[in-house]
């Protein structure tokens, strides 16, 4: 049985990888899920906001310094040479490398154009093997359109594009207004692949305290089916690499994820709640399904149910959505 696959341009033994979260964090951790047989690993990402509050702050000391102790200053470096790249992040990709036999898929969250390149820059001259950009924008103003939004991400893609050579992915949100337009875009600009979906987290409003507060949910099977959606949707519509993110939690998911479309499947709740290990049991079901219905490769599964493929394809349009309404039974 053949499970490998072709995602980023890299060759995998198989489609199933941890995602971006705090399971890259502990190197026993990462261990564990190479031995589970992870066939990669995504990094957590490096947000490039906390390192120019850091900054700032190292400026602002600079400056005070500066203006107290004027002539002590030749002593100290320029603030320029001060190391303020984000260095345990760049050390952890070297460290992963070196313990490890995976490919590692680092993931950034810039601000500025100027901060996704350098830091891209930075990343892969730590030894990343790919990169994915964590587009994390939500449109709130209401002087900035939703054209501009898929406009920045375009810019920003480009711009990275063209400063590093490792693989690039652009894990987007669903909440886009039209996801295929922006992924053709991205295709244009030579970008590597899709990471479907980001997972954003909404705000919790509480009766007592009349505080509101941002609240971590793990995902649950629920959150699969708007990427199946658009996995299936854009299978035929792009030659990118798809990796699906969000709401993959048993073997059948992952053989979900598959059919609609993905060329890599990412799981980040599941392990977090079941630990490392589980990914073995998520594959050894992948196996299992392919032998039942008699399948030898991860290839020919890919894509058997995108919206080409799918003897109904008003499913992946509009839901069958006047169908789907008048299913319900009281
Ligand atoms: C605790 C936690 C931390 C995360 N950190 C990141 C991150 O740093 N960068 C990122 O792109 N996604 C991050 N994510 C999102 C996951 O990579 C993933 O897209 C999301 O959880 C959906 O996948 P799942 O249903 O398998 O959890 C995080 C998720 C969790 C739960």
């Known amino acids: 049985m053949n499970l490998t696959t072709n995602y980023l341009g890299l060759k995998l033994k198989n489609p199933l990888m941890p995602g971006a979260s705090p399971l890259s964090d502990n190197l026993d951790t990462v261990r564990r899920l190479q031995d589970a047989g992870a066939s990669a690993i995504v990094l957590h990402s490096l947000f490039a906001e906390q390192i120019e509050r850091r900054e700032a702050m190292v400026a602002r000391h600079l400056a005070r310094w500066n203006d107290s102790f004027a002539e002590a200053m030749t002593l100290f470096p320029e603030q320029d040479d001060y ?184 799981v980040v709740s599941a392990l977090l709640k079941q630990g490392p290990e589980f990914l073995a049991n998520l594959l050894a079901g992948l196996s299992t399904w392919m032998e039942q219905h008699e399948y030898e490769s991860v290839q020919e599964i890919r894509g058997a149910l995108s919206m080409r493929n799918c003897p109904d394809a008003e499913a992946y349009e509009r839901g069958n959505y006047l169908r789907t309404l008048q299913l319900w039974k009281e």
Request: proline share 4%; glycine share 6%.
């Open 83 to 266: 190391s303020l790249v984000p260095s345990e992040y760049l050390e952890r990709i070297a460290k992963i490398k070196a313990a490890t036999q995976m490919p590692v898929i680092a993931s950034l969250n810039g601000t500025q154009i100027g901060s996704w390149v350098a830091y891209a820059q930075y990343i892969e001259e730590a030894g990343a093997d790919a990169l994915e950009l964590n587009t994390y924008f939500l449109a709130t103003l209401r002087n900035i359109s939703g054209a501009e939004i898929e406009e920045r991400v375009v810019e920003i893609a480009h711009a990275v594009r063209a400063s590093v050579k490792i693989p690039i992915a652009v894990k987007l949100s669903p909440f886009y207004s039209s996801v295929a337009h922006l992924a053709g875009s991205l295709e244009e600009k030579k970008i590597d692949g899709l990471v479907l979906f980001n997972r954003f987290f909404q705000p919790e409003i509480d009766v007592e305290t009349l505080e509101v507060t941002p609240r971590l949910d793990l995902s649950n099977q629920e959150d699969l089916r708007v990427r199946l959606r658009w996995l299936g949707m854009l299978r035929d519509q792009v030659k990118l690499s798809l990796g699906c993110s969000g709401g993959v939690h048993t073997p059948e998911d992952v053989v979900r994820a598959l059919l609609a479309g993905a060329d890599a499947v990412q």
